[in-house]
């Protein structure tokens, strides 16, 4: 118990650390985008001063002019030692200046977003095993150990991992459908991909909530098989359950078959993607 709850607060610890630092680039990242919106405004502001260039005196700070689709006054800052032209080329280069810091800034956004997407759901995993119970909360704590030492978040101990032990099977949370259907539920990123890429059938579902960190589930099924409504509803509410949306009255949970869900070569455990998908609202207080 004791070796539970260290690793559990070292792991706790230090996804906390991660993702503060990541949240602060991320903001960086969003400021610089805001500033970027600016950008048409000075190639609007710079075309209405070759437009009006009449309009010019020296020693002009500023000159308002009058907009060219709304009419509407337009106040223009100046550089009072430089002309017209100059001026306008001067906006001109801001435009150019902020339009390449958003083409620069917008896969940055992107790549932080997923990497904060992703330790989300290793969060949410290390939510969901908080007290031993059992041996098998252990092995699933160190399973998320190992990921986040082969995604290089952590140093890698002296010693062997019990849960890269080859002959231990992945302990999935189990649970029965209303008609008897089995449904198996990963406890991690390990164990989400095991169970989606490599126990699903060509006859089971598979359900997740929607763009929502959570656990990946499957419903077990036969040729023949035909889940009803209620047992769609029950894989539904344990979805929803065991997800970031776990304290919500609702939450929106696609299911699909296994074939329609893809892994991305370089995406990072327990990331999917997904077509052909249909949904169903998760009640997890049920």
Request: proline fraction near 5%; glycine fraction near 4%.
């Amino acid at each position: 118990v004791r070796d539970f709850q260290q690793l559990h607060q070292q792991l706790q610890q230090k996804l906390k650390n991660v993702l503060a630092k990541l949240q602060h680039k991320r903001q960086i990242f969003v400021d610089r985008l805001l500033q970027s919106d600016g950008a048409e405004t000075h190639r609007q502001n710079a075309d209405l001063l070759m437009a009006y260039l009449h309009e010019w005196q020296p020693g002009l700070k500023e000159l308002h002019l009058n907009d060219f689709e709304t009419g509407e006054s337009v106040k223009i800052v100046l550089n009072p030692e430089s002309n017209a032209v100059q001026n306008a080329q001067a906006l001109y280069k801001k435009h150019q200046k902020l339009k390449r810091a958003r083409l620069a800034v917008e896969p940055l956004l992107a790549e932080v977003n997923a990497e904060i997407a992703y330790l989300e759901q290793v969060e949410l995993a290390l939510e969901q095993i908080k007290v031993y119970c059992e041996p098998d909360d252990l092995f699933a704590l160190e399973e998320i150990r190992d990921e986040l030492i082969e995604q290089q978040y952590l140093a890698a101990p002296t010693y062997r991992s019990q849960s890269k032990n080859s002959n231990t099977k992945p302990n999935f949370h189990q649970y029965k459908t209303p008609s008897g259907f089995e449904l198996l539920i990963g406890r991690n990123n390990h164990q989400n991909d095991h169970l989606t890429f490599r126990i699903a059938g060509d006859y089971d579902l598979w359900f997740h909530t929607q763009e929502i960190p959570g656990s990946h589930v499957l419903m077990r099924l036969h040729p023949g098989d035909r889940p009803d409504e209620t047992d769609l509803q029950y894989a539904a509410n344990l979805a929803a359950y065991y997800s970031r949306a776990s304290q919500s009255e609702f939450a929106p949970v696609v299911y699909t078959e296994p074939k329609h869900v893809y892994k991305p070569r370089g995406t990072k455990p327990g990331m999917a993607i997904y077509k052909h998908e249909r949904i169903v609202w998760g009640k997890p207080r049920e």
